[in-house]
């Protein structure tokens, strides 16, 4: 166990629906991480969260927003799912605002968009 | 940005043999470089890093160069098990690492 949770495990929806994935850092870790992964395209960074505020963002579509909250845990938004929005869902935690020390994954999400 | 080639994207080697994956990158600022290694449906796990004031870094079988003049640099694993069949991703890192698209690691007993 890395620390770093991830729920659901899997989540199997519609085209066009919307999904919330979660993720809790790691104990004292302040920056979250979204990551990505799908076959082609290997680990796409998303966002970053640093003690509740946004940080860095990456190739995140419109149609996706995320948020921190007071208690450091994350949620990842997905709205009008595409099939090509099925994927891993990978979260990390830091200590740090950045420099990519200490990343620690969680198990990630499957999404599956039928 | 930072982009990251990494090769080959798949390696098959016989066990006990040794393997090598390369990765450039193009941002000379970069100065942090891990790799990861995950397991089929598995989380990516650190395995080995290294830092821009560093060549060389070694971890019992593993080691990690780099090479900042020509902005490139390898994971050695050395006398190659089973177990070691995995996907390896590099990635390189100013502030959010950029990862490389991954080398499927596949060691044949």
């Known amino acids: 166990d890395s620390g770093v949770t991830q729920t659901p495990k899997h989540l199997i929806t519609a085209t066009g629906q919307r999904v919330t994935l979660r993720c809790s850092p790691r104990s004292g870790d302040l920056s979250v991480y979204w990551y990505q992964q799908s076959l082609d395209q290997g680990l796409q960074f998303l966002i970053q969260y640093y003690n509740g505020e946004e940080r860095a963002k990456g190739n995140i579509l419109e149609r996706f927003s995320a948020q921190q909250f007071p208690d450091l845990h994350s949620e990842l938004n997905l709205s009008s799912l595409e099939l090509g929005d099925s994927a891993l869902y990978f979260c990390?935690?830091?200590?740090?605002?950045?420099?990519?020390?200490?990343?620690?994954f969680g198990s990630g999400t499957r999404l599956t968009v039928v | 940005g930072e982009n990251v080639e990494q090769h080959p994207s798949t390696l098959s080697v016989q066990e006990g043999d040794s393997a090598v994956i390369k990765c450039t990158y193009s941002?000379?600022?970069?100065?942090?470089f891990p790799w990861y290694k995950q397991e089929l449906g598995k989380r990516p796990q650190l395995i080995i890093d290294i830092r821009s004031n560093v060549g060389e870094k070694k971890d019992q079988r593993i080691a990690v160069t780099l090479n900042k003049t020509a902005k490139h640099f390898s994971l050695h694993i050395t006398e190659t098990q089973p177990e070691d069949s995995a996907v390896y991703f590099c990635a390189a890192s100013i502030n959010i690492p950029t990862f490389g698209r991954g080398t499927s690691l596949i060691v044949h007993p």
């Open positions: 990390a935690s830091s200590p740090w605002e950045g420099g990519g020390l200490g990343y620690t």
């Open positions: 941002d000379s600022a970069s100065n942090y």
